[in-house]
C-alpha cells in the first residue's frame, strides 16, 4: 500500500502561488503503475480533479483551472508537487495528493489531506 | 467534461435497511465507472471499480451495477459503519469528474 502524505501552507493570500509537496512511501514515484494526482475539495462540497503526472514527467490538468496549475515531479526525493497561481477564495478547500492507477484511472490510495484557505 | 449526476443528494436509513444510489453521466461512459465513500474529515476510499468490481475487504454487501449512462450503488443491509458520504466518479476520459456525492444519514 502506498503512503502519501501533503506538506504545505494553510494559509494563502488572495493573488498568491499555492505550493503544496506530496511525500511518497511504498513507491517510487518513477513507476509506471501509478500517475501522481491532485484532487480537492471545497468545504462542503463534492471532489474536483486538477491534474496528474506522471512517470515519464509528462502531465494533465483540469481544463477548467486554465494555465494556473502546474505538477513536478522529484525522482530525488520520491515527491511530487503541486503549484497554483492567482489563488481565489475560490480555491480554498481540502487538498489531496492521490494514486491514480495506470490502467483503470481509479484513484486507489490518497493522502489524509492538506486545508488551504485563501484569506487577506 | 462529462457531467455526473448523482440521486438522490442525501438519503436517511437505518441499519438494516437496502439502500440505492443512482449516478447518471452526461453522455456514455461504458463501463468506467467508480464508486467511493467518504467519512467526514477523512478522505474517500475506493469501494467499487468499472461498475461492479469490488475492492479487496469491502464488504459484500455492496455492489454496483449498470452501463452507458445509468449507474446503481446499492447497499443490501446498511451497518452502522455505512453511514457516509458516496460518490461516483467517471474514468472514461479526462477530465476525470465526479458526482455531487450523496449523504448517507441515519433515520
Known amino acids: 500500500q502506498v503512503q502519501l502524505q501533503e506538506s504545505g501552507p494553510g494559509l494563502v493570500r488572495p493573488s498568491q502561488t499555492l505550493s503544496l509537496t506530496c511525500t511518497v512511501s511504498g513507491s517510487s514515484v518513477s513507476t509506471e503503475k501509478y500517475y501522481w494526482t491532485w484532487i480537492r475539495q471545497p468545504p462542503g462540497k463534492a471532489l474536483e480533479w486538477l491534474g496528474y503526472i506522471y512517470h515519464r514527467g509528462s502531465a494533465y490538468y483540469n481544463p477548467s483551472l486554465g494555465s494556473r496549475v502546474a505538477i513536478s515531479v522529484d525522482t530525488s526525493r520520491n515527491q511530487f508537487s503541486l503549484i497554483l497561481n492567482s489563488m481565489t477564495a475560490a480555491d480554498t478547500a481540502l487538498y489531496f495528493c492521490?494514486?491514480?492507477?495506470?490502467?483503470?484511472?481509479?484513484?486507489?490510495?490518497w493522502g489524509q489531506g492538506t486545508p488551504v484557505t485563501v484569506s487577506s | 467534461d462529462i457531467q455526473l449526476t448523482q440521486s438522490p443528494s442525501s438519503l436517511s436509513a437505518s441499519v438494516g435497511d437496502r439502500v440505492t444510489i443512482s449516478c447518471r453521466a452526461s453522455q456514455t461512459i461504458i463501463k468506467y465507472l467508480n464508486w467511493y465513500q467518504q467519512k467526514p474529515g477523512k478522505a474517500p476510499k475506493l469501494l467499487i471499480f468499472h461498475v461492479s468490481n469490488l475492492i479487496s475487504g469491502v464488504p459484500s454487501r455492496f455492489s454496483g451495477s449498470g452501463s452507458g449512462t445509468d449507474f446503481t450503488l446499492t447497499i443490501t443491509s446498511l451497518q452502522p459503519d455505512d453511514f457516509a458520504s458516496y460518490y461516483c466518479?467517471?474514468?472514461?476520459?479526462?477530465?476525470?469528474?465526479f458526482g455531487g456525492g450523496t449523504n448517507v444519514e441515519v433515520k
Open positions: 492521490v494514486t491514480q492507477d495506470s490502467d483503470t484511472y481509479f484513484f486507489d490510495s
Open positions: 466518479q467517471q474514468s472514461f476520459t479526462t477530465p476525470l469528474t
